[in-house]
Every structure is written in C-alpha cells, then in structure tokens.
C-alpha cells in the first residue's frame, strides 16, 4: 500500500512558476515509476511527466522544456516543477506511483493559470 500527498497547488499568473511536490509514504527507491498526470474539466487525464526508478523520464510534448520531474529519495518526495506556466496548464494535477503491479494516486492538487 502506497499512499500519496500532493501539495504545492494554487493561482499563479501566465509566466509563473509553481513546483508542485508529492510525499509517498514508503520508500521511493523501488517504485517502478513515479509520474505526474494532469485533468483539466471535461477532458481525461493526461501524462505530464514520468521518472523511472532508472532515471528514465519522459515528457508531454505540451510541457517539454518548461516542466522538470524530480526526486529526493532521501525525503520519499516527488517533485514537478513548472516554469512559464500558460493558462491551458489548468487543471488538478495528480502524483501516481507504479509499484507493479499496481498504479497509486493521491487526491490532486489544482493549478490555476490566470491570463
């Protein structure tokens, strides 16, 4: 069982930066993939970016070179942090956790981009 705590949300104007980050309850060293998807209203939810336990990431094309995954193990925390933020970014933003073979997500965190 993995729990997930995102926080970091919050109203930031076009061109703002946020990092959102994601406290898991156990050790992150061995989870498969750690991961960030975001839903905006009406639309299903979407990868924004993922770290594997290998250092593997990938992005969505809409977020490469603005945002950045990372990791501190040694905290068992998540990182996204999110530069030159535009008003489609809005959305509530999840932390998933792959721990094969079972997906965990935590409850979401809303980011609001103001033009």
């Known amino acids: 069982q993995v729990q997930l705590v995102e926080s970091g949300g919050g109203l930031v104007q076009a061109g703002g930066s946020l990092r959102l980050s994601c406290a898991v309850s156990?050790?992150?060293?061995?989870?498969?993939?750690m991961g960030w998807y975001h839903q905006a209203p009406g639309k299903q939810r979407e990868l924004v970016a993922r770290?594997?336990?290998?250092?593997?990431?990938n992005y969505a094309d809409s977020v490469k070179g603005r945002f950045t995954i990372s990791r501190d193990n040694a905290k068992n925390t998540v990182y996204l942090q999110m530069n030159m933020l535009k008003p489609e970014d809005t959305a509530v933003y999840y932390c998933?956790?792959?721990?094969?073979?079972?997906?965990?997500w935590g409850q979401g965190t809303q980011v609001t981009v103001s033009s």
């Open positions: 998933n956790a792959l721990l094969l073979p079972t997906d965990y």
């Open positions: 770290l594997t336990s290998g250092g593997k990431t």
């Open positions: 156990r050790s992150i060293i061995s989870i498969y993939a």
